[in-house]
């Protein structure tokens, strides 16, 4: 029925059922839902076969209707009923409200009208919501979205979509149990603005269907791809970060444990559930089970009133830059052993070109042991060069390499911060919290925002086969980045975050960097 219609499904097993059940599958015909119900058959020889109830194990019903009947004999409760059709157009259910049953000699006959009872094989009967229960073992609801519904006069559900997918090494964290990459999962902010119109048990709440499904594994099956073991938890945001597209760091998650979630996590192409949550706004984690598992996905919401949801962190901001200060006091021991260096290379000219920059650089990198590194290349340091040539000659000054040495100090700290275990790499999980850092450093003079489609493009371009990057990988990045919106701000003269750039300028503004 999904693929038939685009909807969302949900899957009931009777035993299991929630109390409100009844109602759900009320709504869900007042909102055009398709409705099928079964019998489990343990053994498949006995498929279609009837039972002497009339019913066939193994065999698809359709729900048709679903009402509240006041029979005479009852003085005060109602008895709630449930129309279902066979689609062999025969063959129908023979105990209590069945067609010719004794029980409809006590409606009155406006009530049979309502009903539209006749007495005809047809394939179509009534029976007791609880005879319904103890009979059928499984229901399935398909959830319409509005475009595929016609009638006006049917009330319709409120659908938010998203695309999204994992990326190894940067957004596919996997599931609550892997604390350290959790967080990086995509996220979705989800706002639930109106309460339900017939609040259960004097409570406000708003009724919601989340349904995650993977993208394109059938058709991958060919090359060997199984469907992920997948899931989703929803987490409640404070009060005081409403409003605040940023994504949720891991702190977050460490100290607030989540407000609902899937049932569990399995490996089904679709994992579906329903919710009912006081109004506010939340953020979903859909997640694999595992780590670094790889692949596409669509969360769909389905709200009886408005919600809506979207992707957080989904601009990149940046703000323009402010001349750094200059540094005032005296020189440190290392600056100064910095300034004869540079002197002894540069000669008279006191300008140091790529090569002479590498020299430079590993001659002191080389020292600190905890970073196990090789040095930096002589790509990285053209890309350093290309960063701070203000007077375009493709060379260093000595001011220009003292405000590099200064945003490379910086850096150095952030990594060393985070290569706790002194391997001298950084796991590409962290490799966000990082550049974050990073940012915070420069924020005065270039300050950036990244979305979590530039995250999975840094960890692609940086990240080793292991998804761990090295220091010159991480310097080289943040060089690049900062190179880049340099650049980028140079042209955009109105201050509008749009530049129109010819092909040559294309071709310099890249060509450079």
Same mark, same amino acid.
């Given at each position: ?37 079964? =019998? ?76 539209? /009872? ?17 009979? *059928?073992?499984?229901?399935? =609801? ?12 049917? /009330? ?6 998203? #695309?999204?997918?994992?990326?190894? $090494? ?50 991958? !099956? ?7 073991? =997948? ?11 409403? $409003? ?35 109004? $506010? ?62 002197? #002894? ?49 493709? !060379? ?20 060393? /911060? ?5 391997? $001298?790499? =950084? ?27 530039? *995250? ?58």
């Amino acid at each position: 029925m999904e693929d038939f219609t685009g909807g969302v499904t949900e899957f009931y097993e009777m035993k299991e059922a929630p109390k409100e059940l009844y109602k759900i599958m009320k709504k869900a015909l007042e909102r055009g839902s398709l409705m099928g119900c079964s =019998i489990d058959s343990l053994v498949p020889a006995r498929f279609e076969t009837r039972t002497v109830t009339g019913l066939v194990k193994g065999h698809a019903y359709s729900v048709t209707a679903v009402e509240e009947c006041k029979p005479s004999q009852h003085k005060e409760s109602k008895v709630r009923l449930v129309r279902l059709r066979n689609p062999w157009g025969q063959v129908e259910w023979n105990g209590p409200w069945s067609d010719n049953s004794k029980e409809w000699a006590s409606l009155s006959k406006t009530e049979k009208e309502k009903l539209q /009872h006749q007495s005809a094989e047809d394939g179509e009967f009534w029976m007791s919501f609880e005879d319904f229960k103890k009979n *059928y073992t499984k229901i399935e =609801i398909c959830n319409l979205t509005p475009d595929a519904l016609e009638d006006d006069k049917i /009330h319709k559900w409120t659908v938010s979509v998203n #695309e999204g997918r994992w990326v190894r $090494g940067c957004s596919a964290g996997g599931c609550r149990n892997y604390p350290d990459t959790f967080w990086t999962n995509p996220q979705y902010r989800l706002r639930l603005l109106e309460e339900d119109d017939d609040p259960e048990d004097n409570e406000v709440g708003c009724t919601f269907v989340v349904a995650l499904m993977q993208k394109n594994r059938r058709k991958e !099956r060919k090359m060997g791809a199984n469907l992920f073991t =997948i899931g989703f938890a929803i987490y409640e945001v404070p009060r005081e970060m409403h $409003g605040n597209k940023q994504h949720m760091q891991k702190d977050f998650f460490l100290f607030n444990s989540s407000k609902a979630r899937c049932k569990s996590y399995i490996n089904l192409r679709e994992v579906t559930q329903r919710f009912r949550l006081t109004p $506010g706004e939340y953020v979903i984690i859909p997640s694999t089970y595992e780590p670094h598992q790889e692949g596409e996905f669509i969360l769909r919401v389905f709200s009886e009133k408005r919600n809506t949801s979207e992707e957080i962190e989904n601009r990149i901001e940046a703000d323009h830059p402010v001349p750094a200060p200059a540094s005032a006091g005296e020189e440190s021991e290392e600056d100064q052993q910095f300034r004869t260096i540079f002197q #002894e290379i540069a000669g008279e000219e006191m300008e140091i070109t790529a090569n002479e920059l590498k020299n430079v650089l590993n001659r002191v990198i080389t020292k600190h042991k905890d970073l196990n590194t090789e040095g930096f290349s002589l790509e990285s340091c053209r890309s350093m060069i290309a960063l701070m040539d203000m007077d375009g000659t493709g !060379r260093l000054n000595l001011q220009e390499f003292r405000h590099l040495w200064n945003k490379i100090k910086q850096w150095q700290g952030i990594f060393k /911060h985070y290569n706790a275990d002194q391997s $001298g790499t =950084i796991n590409s999980y962290e490799m966000r919290n990082a550049v974050n850092d990073a940012v915070m450093c420069l924020m005065s003079r270039s300050g950036f925002r990244l979305n979590n489609q530039l *995250y999975d493009i840094i960890t692609m371009r940086y990240a080793n086969e292991s998804m761990n990057i090295d220091f010159d990988s991480f310097i080289s990045c943040l060089v690049r980045l900062e190179a880049m919106f340099r650049a980028f701000q140079a042209f955009d003269q109105d201050g509008d975050g749009t530049i129109r750039l010819s092909v040559l300028e294309w071709l310099q503004l890249t060509m450079y960097a």
